[in-house]
T-cell receptor, first 111, second 115 residues
Framework: DAKTTQPPSMDCAEGRAANLPCNHSTISGNEYVYWYRQIHSQGPQYIIHGLKNNETNEMASLIITEDRKSSTLILPHATLRDTAVYYCIVSLGPYGNKLVFGAGTILRVKS | EPEVTQTPSHQVTQMGQEVILRCVPISNHLYFYWYRQILGQKVEFLVSFYNNEISEKSEIFDDQFSVERPDGSNFTLKIRSTKLEDSAMYFC?????????????FGPGTRLTVL
């Protein structure tokens, strides 16, 4: 079963930052936090991942709390194309470990 | 940018028939996966494959399922005798097996409809 808790849905205004929370209170020391998204029925798309430190790439930023029990994915300037289901996944990461998807958060970006 | 490709995009079959779903992983990747998503439900892990062997499989991946890497580029999922409940989107994924950045990249999926 998924080890994460996410709100079922969120709305965000176009051009504004979208902040998607995730709770992973049972995360262990060697587990990574991954974020993927799924637009309509397409294949899940990797966004970002992290272990302890905050991370940023061209798509998003990932803020992980110091105790690692929760994290926030930030899309700095949401567009209509960011409307998707966002999955927060805790995984051992390297060496082929499976991803366990939960229900995710449906993010609706509105104009 | 390299990507995972899958064929066909949609497969319709009769119950009891065999189907083979095909995937071409990203060329320098070493780990391969199949996931499925029944309409309206979560994405579920089926199997992972490395060095020509199954690394891990889920309870869903029973004797009706098999995977193969028949050549250096393709990765296939075979369902021997399809059931109605096998109707789903099937996603192939691959990862490079790098220690830090072993991210899984997914293909666009094959929609399997069993009648």
């Amino acid at each position: 079963d998924a080890k994460t808790t996410q709100p079922p849905s969120m709305d965000c205004a176009e051009g504004r930052a979208a902040n998607l929370p995730c709770n992973h209170s049972t995360i262990s020391g060697n587990e990574y936090v991954y974020w993927y998204r799924q637009i309509h029925s397409q294949g899940p798309q990797y966004i970002i991942h992290g272990l302890k430190n905050n991370e940023t790439n061209e798509m998003a930023s990932l803020i992980i709390t110091e105790d690692r029990k929760s994290s926030t994915l930030i899309l700095p300037h949401a567009t209509l194309r960011d409307t998707a289901v966002y999955y927060c996944i805790v995984s051992l990461g390297p060496y082929g470990n499976k991803l366990v998807f939960g229900a995710g958060t449906i993010l609706r970006v509105k104009s | 940018e390299p990507e995972v490709t899958q064929t066909p995009s949609h497969q319709v079959t009769q119950m009891g028939q065999e189907v083979i779903l095909r995937c071409v992983p990203i060329s320098n990747h070493l780990y391969f996966y199949w996931y499925r998503q029944i309409l309206g439900q979560k994405v579920e892990f089926l199997v992972s494959f490395y060095n020509n062997e199954i690394s891990e499989k889920s309870e869903i991946f029973d004797d009706q399922f098999s995977v193969e890497r028949p050549d250096g580029s393709n990765f296939t999922l075979k369902i021997r005798s399809t059931k109605l409940e096998d109707s789903a989107m099937y996603f192939c994924a691959s990862s490079p097996l790098a220690a830090i950045t072993d991210t899984q990249y997914f293909g666009p999926g094959t929609r399997l409809t069993v009648l």
